[in-house]
């Protein structure tokens, strides 16, 4: 089937796109749709071994990590929504994650807390948005007075490009609800929203020579002066922040080097069928992507004025299924692309092996379970500190009847369980946890219907709930 673009270029000229966005969605377009796919074929890459560790990077005093931090910015990405934890139409930033304190409180209190101790408004923080979450975030920022005096204006906006019907391969159309008509091109659009908006142009006539990009949802991603301090010290470009790859990291992106010798990223959309196996196999391709972003704004800069915002970054095609009404749905594309994918646009590009503890992701309710408990606590500088020395968390399975942020307060009313020396938690039926339940070990939980689990409950093996409440026969 043929790609018809043009009438594609007239729906994003209706709402005001600029030129060099239809242009840049062409490009996607043409990428997604040709005979050769979206493919990073096997044959043509090659695993990386051997890179620096964050825990050897040499320590700073506290005058050189404050001067370094003053030269340093910080982008979120916030186009997300909480749709995977049951809200519709909310900005995932949006979510509790720690008492009431969201996402994005989080990020702005660490914010105001380093610039208080450094002095002046260095630090500036910009969140890029989409139009789905705009409102919303910029409503909850006003709040932040304080933070609002930053020399460069807070928000970067996402373009939007029309999602694309599976079966014509025309732009798709929902009258009832012409907002889900569009979505965003990938957290890869943040270099032409640079291009567009000039900001790093005022980023460097601020004195601004790093910048720090990582997803809103990562509560681990946090400033560390030492490595914007290992990048001018060993000339680096970009550098990517990379951890070893487990068994629920299977299908994240994996770091690779081309035949070139040039890294590369591999998103698993981006993988042949034939190479899934390969793509798999965590002792094969060691590292994934923390989407933990460092540049060198000069050479952003240089690299994307010379392109005129038009990177030729490799492009993920990924196929969605949306609810049009309760008993129909239709098949789409959305035609993305991958801010890390950058990585080989720089000849000289770094990428540092981190531990654990700089991934805290929260992409759904299991993941929401373990950032509230006692495994991750907040300092004084509202920076996530993680239980353990070697922090892996545990496995965390909720039954499928706790679908929502409501069925999840239902399940927890005074707290989530003590998992610091759980390893799996499986769920298998909705129940009630009490006040201050612990688990260890692996803790399987079944049960004849939905009943409580008594306060201070400490839970191990496999645990069958009998169908009077509040009782428990261990096995």
Known sequence: MSFNFLPFSSKMKSIGAADVQVKAFSRSCSKAFDESGCYVLEKDITPVSGLPRWQDLPALDPQE??????????????????????????????VPVHGELTFLDIALHQVLYARKRIGGQFLPLILMNSFNTSAQTMEHVAKYVEFLKQPVHPELMQSRVPRIEADSLAPYSCPTDPQSEWCPPGHGDVYLAFFLTGVLSKLLSRGIRYLFLSNIDNLGAVVDSRIPFWMSQNKCPFLMEVSRRCNSDRKGGHLARSIHGNFILREYNMCAPSDKDDFINIDKYNYFNTNNLWFDV?????????????????VICNHKTLRVTPTSAVEVYQVETACGSIISSFPNAAALEVPRSRFLPVKNLNDLLVARSDLIKLGSDYIPQVYGKDFVPPVIKLPKEVRDLDDFSHMFPYGVPKIARCRLLDVQSPIVFGKNVTCVGDVTITATQKVSIPNDTILEGTVHLNAEASTLEDQ
Request: proline letters at 4%; one cysteine or more.
């Open 65 to 94: 990590s404050d001067d370094m931090l003053k030269r340093c910015a910080i982008l979120r990405l916030n186009g997300g929504l909480a749709t995977s934890m049951g809200m519709e139409g909310g900005p995932k930033s949006l």
């Open 298 to 314: 000069e050479q952003l800069h240089q690299l994307i004025t010379s392109k005129s915002g038009l990177l030729d970054l490799p």
